[in-house]
């Protein structure tokens, strides 16, 4: 079927799906600012990884398009990238060269995954505080970054005394007052006609404004130039170290990785599906679903290979289909816009680090909202519901009090220790321990043990991971 009558198919138009795919485009832009940055950070090319960057996403992007058919938008994912330069690269656990190895099997990890039957197991198998805390976590860690980064930084040791950062310096008020204003316009939001409303490209605003507000305070300075060629990403292009990457005390970042993207895909596809009206609840699932996990598998040993950290489906792509992508069209739109980008390289470059920090906050503030829905009741079957789930016994809560350390665990300890894969670890091995003890003392007390603390072969993988990182970060 061509682009037309895909479009006409579908009850839009070419002009309102190109209309879509600007939206996205606005609404994701920000990954050019925040993604040089980060990499940067450990050793990486600025120049070298905004080209990356803009290649992976159009690369990404277009391939869904043309695969699955989808109105999304992939790129550099955040969380992956701090995870990548902060806690292992900056510390010194492995080279950038190795980390990109890291993302490569990874991502080979999720293709065989999601060209096989395994994909829907593994979803069932993996224990759901696992899941749910990934997020609240790494928007913790993003957050701690960008308050660094932005002149903000809340807290430190300060001869043996812990104490808050000078928060009365003039860059600090600035960063403090554009923060503010971010944070107001991206959460801000209005019910007209039953329909959410929201500020598009709130992001972008956000950094627009703080680079602004910098330049003219004089704490960044001016672009020497507008327009300009493609920077030459060939430094870090192809620089991938597979064999270093494999080594045991790299495995917890394979896995982390991989799980991040992995549950990162299967919230976000079934969120823009349903937004586009493309989700059937009946049968869970969406024309083109299975393609876009292997296109999402795909774009990360892609990403790697290209010298960057791992692409996957963003959520921000809601934004395109709120403004009536339904189509393909859509996502190519978007692709477009990324490709001309290329040539606006000096303004990319530009931006301050603080504002890519604001950014950050922005971001680990939306990634941490799912933490207030952790503990909702579940439905009890009363009144003669059938459909409603059962609880387990002594189970009052969405979680039961095993599933909800491990949340706990990761979350707390990742800005103590200033290391989520660390902080990740210590909370995979408070849940593996914990459901082995529950099982052993309900075979003892001869009573059933809910299937959520029936230990299984992930729960001996993840335990085996952890205690290899644990041994690798003591030495």
Do not use: H
Not at 167 to 177: D, N, V
Not at 195 to 221: D, E, N, S
Not at 277 to 291: A, I, N, S, V, Y
């Amino acid at each position: 079927m061509g682009i037309k009558k895909e479009v006409r198919a579908a009850g839009s138009t070419i002009p309102r799906e190109v209309g879509a795919g600007f939206s996205s485009f606005a609404t994701i832009v920000y990954v050019l600012a925040v993604q040089p940055a980060i990499l940067s950070a450990c050793g990486m090319p600025k120049e070298a990884v905004l080209t990356s960057t803009i290649l992976c996403t159009v690369i990404c992007t277009v391939g869904m398009a043309l695969w699955a058919k989808l109105p999304f938008v992939l790129s550099t994912a955040m969380g992956t990238n701090a995870i990548f330069a902060f806690s292992i690269v900056l510390p010194g656990l492995a080279t950038w060269q190795e980390a990109l190895g890291m993302i490569f099997w990874s991502g080979i990890i999720f293709v065989v995954i999601s060209f096989t039957p395994i994909r829907k197991k593994l979803v069932e198998r993996i224990p759901a505080g696992i899941k749910d805390g990934l997020a609240p976590a790494i928007g913790i860690f993003l957050m701690m970054l960008g308050f660094g980064s932005s002149g903000m930084s809340m807290a430190g040791v300060v001869d043996g005394n812990f104490m808050f950062a000078d928060l009365k310096t003039p860059i600090a008020i600035a960063g403090m007052s554009c923060l503010l204003v971010t944070v107001f316009i991206y959460f801000y939001q209005r019910t007209t006609s039953k329909k959410i409303v929201r500020v598009p490209g709130a992001v972008l605003i956000g950094i627009f404004i703080t680079t602004v507000v910098f330049m003219a305070c004089g704490f960044a300075p001016l672009p020497e130039s507008v327009v300009a060629l493609p920077p030459d990403p060939s430094p870090i292009v192809l620089q991938v170290d597979l064999v270093g990457a494999l080594r045991p005390g790299n495995w917890i970042f394979i896995l982390i990785f991989f799980l991040g993207d992995f549950f990162s895909m299967t919230g976000t596809s079934v969120a823009c599906g349903k937004k586009a009206g493309l989700w059937d609840d009946e049968r869970d699932t969406m024309p083109g679903l299975d393609q876009a996990f292997k296109v999402d598998a795909l774009a990360m040993p892609v990403s790697a290979l290209l010298g960057n950290s791992a692409s996957t489906v963003f959520v921000e792509s809601a934004a395109g289909i709120e403004a009536g992508g339904r189509t393909r069209l859509t996502a190519l739109s978007a692709a477009g816009f990324f490709t001309l980008a290329l040539f606006f390289s000096p303004l990319f470059l530009a931006i301050p680090a603080a504002a890519s920090g604001v950014a950050l906050i922005v971001v680990g503030f939306s990634m941490f909202m799912p933490v207030f829905d952790l503990d909702k009741i579940r439905q009890k079957a009363v009144g003669g519901d059938d459909r409603a789930e059962e609880l387990p016994e002594g189970v009052v809560g969405r979680y039961s009090n095993l599933e909800k350390i491990p949340i706990i665990a990761t979350i707390v300890l990742t800005p103590i220790i200033n290391d989520f894969a660390t902080a990740l670890c210590l909370g995979l091995l408070f849940y593996a321990v914990f459901q082995v003890l529950f099982w052993v003392i309900d075979r003892f007390l001869k009573k059933p043990t809910p299937r959520s603390a029936t230990p299984n072969v992930v729960t001996f993988a993840l335990l085996a991971m952890a205690i290899i990182k644990m041994i690798a970060t003591i030495q």
